[in-house]
Every structure is written in C-alpha cells, then in structure tokens.
C-alpha cells in the first residue's frame, strides 16, 4: 500500500515493520535499527544474503557520531559538504550498531538522506532506520513508489514522488589518510575530489568483500542488456525479435530491426539520464522486449556512474 500518512509508517516502524521510504536517489526498504527481527525482515523480504550489509540512515550529524567511534576529518568535511544527500560513508561502528547490519565487520554505512519526507520521519523516530535499495536482490533499483509496490505489494509505502538523482548513493571508506572510492553513485569523483583532493577508486577491485553493490551482477532487468558506444554494431550481430535500444541524447539511427527507441535525456543532461536509467529499465522490461541495447556515455562525472550501473546489468 501507498501512502502519504507520515503517523501510520512512524507506527509501523515502531512494531517492528519493514516499509519503502522515499530517498532523493533510490527508495529504500527501511526498518528500526534496534530491533533485531525487524532487521531480519529486510534480508529476508529482499531475499538479501545476510552476508551484505546494510546503510543506516540518519537525521543528523550529531545522530551519526553516535554510531561511530571515529570520525576523520576528511569524513568531518565530506559531510558537511553533502549531507543531507548521497553520500554514504564506511567508518567504524560504535556498541549502538549490531553485527546484523554490519555483517559482522567493523564498521557501518551511514548517510543522511535529503528527502523530506524521510527527513521529517527521521525526526520524529528515536531511532535511525537501516535500509537498503528497495529492490529484490540484484534487480533494478525502484526511483518511485509504484516500483516498489511491484516488488513488495505486501509492505506499506511512503509516498515520496520520483527520486530527483536517480541513482545510489556514492560510498566512500576511510584507509589512514586516504579516502577510497568503493561505489560509483549520484555524487561524482569530481565533485569529492573538489572537497578532499585526489581519492583511490577501489570500484572495480575484486579481492575486497565489502560493497555487493559492486559485485558484477546487479541491478538487472530480467531480459538481455548490453552495453556499447555503437549500438548499431550490435544490432548487426543480434537475432532476437524484440530489441529497444536506449539511447543518451538522440536516436542516431532508425532501424527496422529496433522495436523501441527510448531517449534518456533529449538535451544531453547527464543528472537527467541518471534521473530516468533506472525507470527506462523498469519500462523497457515491461514492454517485453528480449534485448535491450544501452548507448554508453561519456566517461566522466556522472556518466561514469551510469556507465557501470549499465555495466553490472550487462553483466552475466
Ligand atoms: O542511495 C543509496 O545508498 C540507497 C538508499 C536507499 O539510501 N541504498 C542502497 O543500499 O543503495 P544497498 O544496500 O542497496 O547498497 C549499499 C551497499 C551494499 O553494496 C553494501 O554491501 C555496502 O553498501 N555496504 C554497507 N555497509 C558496508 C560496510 N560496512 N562496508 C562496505 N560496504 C558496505
Ligand atoms: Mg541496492
């Protein structure tokens, strides 16, 4: 169910319910990081293994400094630079934070989300709420609530319109001095590197456990996706039937062989394409096509963050 009534989802939260919250880059599916069973429910809902742990989301700094036992200065200034939005830092956990959300490690994932309604939930629960995308396992991210009601008719859903980045969080951990990229998201490496001088992207390094959110297989439609800077070099090698290309700007060509053209942003606006990556997903899906061939971007700010979104879809 969906709904706009902040008092009702506060009450569920409180019984130890899971709910969908609206964020400003992917809905979540949220629950009362103290209670135990209710953090049981998101794995299980999600059909997550318990192994992938999970964001806490928080209503201030002075609420994160309470689940953490240490924060660096670097991580002092990313904050406050873009907190509330989507950042999420990797720091080590205080005694308030189980091993459940932590997946047994020692540290925690937090960021204060810039929505609202989630914002003004926050305010009114004594508690932070853990919540990872609202998706089942490694299927595409929901960026407004009628996804996630597809996915979870079950649970109850804050009404929070569509989610303006469109894209997850970027997390980033702490490694003495150094601050290590571990996922691509809605804030660029430009615009941290602006903050804290250079970082090390760790995105694509295998021997760490850590962020499933890189693991090679994620946010995936159910049919084929591939990914290219021609896609008509594709269309050329492809047999299915039914096959959509998504494009960034423009169709460059017209075939007779491509049963759906959608555009992701008409004037070449990279915050637009990650506005919409993943509800062009959820469409192209549901217009059962067998093969969905997507027009890699330009590989900087945030084009590098849709490139390996599309790249993991791809992925086998
Ligand atoms: O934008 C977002 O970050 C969204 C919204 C709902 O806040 N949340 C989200 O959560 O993307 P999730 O669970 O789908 O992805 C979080 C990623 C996972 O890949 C998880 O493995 C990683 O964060 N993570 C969580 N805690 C971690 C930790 N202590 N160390 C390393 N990675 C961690
Ligand atoms: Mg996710």
């Not at 002092?76 to 830092?89: I, S, V, Y």
């Not at 297989?217 to 492809?238: D, Q, R, T």
């Not at 969905?292 to 700010?301: A, D, F, Q």
Request: proline fraction near 6%.
């Amino acid at each position: 169910m969906i709904t706009s009534d902040l008092s009702f989802v506060k009450d569920q939260l409180e019984k130890g319910e899971v709910v969908g919250i609206p964020t400003e880059t992917v809905y979540g599916l949220a629950a009362n990081i103290y209670d135990e069973q209710a953090i049981a429910k998101i794995f299980s809902t999600k059909g997550r293994p318990n192994t992938n742990p999970l964001i806490v989301h928080v209503k201030s700094m002075d609420q994160a400094r309470t689940l953490v036992s240490y924060f660096p200065l670097k991580a002092t200034l990313l904050a406050e630079r873009f907190w509330p939005g989507p950042l999420t830092l990797i720091l080590l956990k205080s005694d308030l934070i189980s091993d459940a959300i932590t997946a047994q490690q020692s540290t925690v994932a937090i960021r204060m989300p810039n929505h609202s309604a989630t914002l003004h939930l926050l305010e009114s629960l004594d508690f932070p709420l853990a919540a990872p995308s609202a998706n089942p396992y490694n299927r595409i991210s929901p960026t407004c609530a009628a996804h996630v009601e597809d996915y979870f008719p079950q649970i109850s859903i804050l009404e929070g319109g569509n989610c303006e980045a469109g894209v997850e969080s970027t997390i980033l951990s702490f490694d003495g001095d150094e601050v290590v990229l571990l996922r691509h998201g809605a804030i660029s490496i430009e615009q941290i590197e602006e903050v804290v001088g250079r970082i090390l992207d760790r995105t694509s390094s295998e021997s760490l456990h850590l962020a499933p959110g890189r693991s090679k297989k994620h946010y995936s439609p159910l049919c084929e996706l591939i990914i290219s800077y021609e896609p008509l070099f594709m269309l050329s090698a492809v047999q299915q039937k039914k096959v959509a290309i998504l494009w960034f700007k423009e169709v460059k060509i017209d075939s007779p062989k491509v049963a759906i053209n959608h555009i992701l942003s008409p004037s070449g606006n990279f915050k637009e394409a990650a506005a919409n990556m993943y509800d062009a997903l959820h469409q192209l899906e549901k217009s059962g096509v067998e093969l969905i061939i997507v027009e890699r971007l330009p590989n900087y700010n945030l084009g590098r963050t849709i490139n390996d979104r599309f790249e993991r879809a791809a992925a086998k």
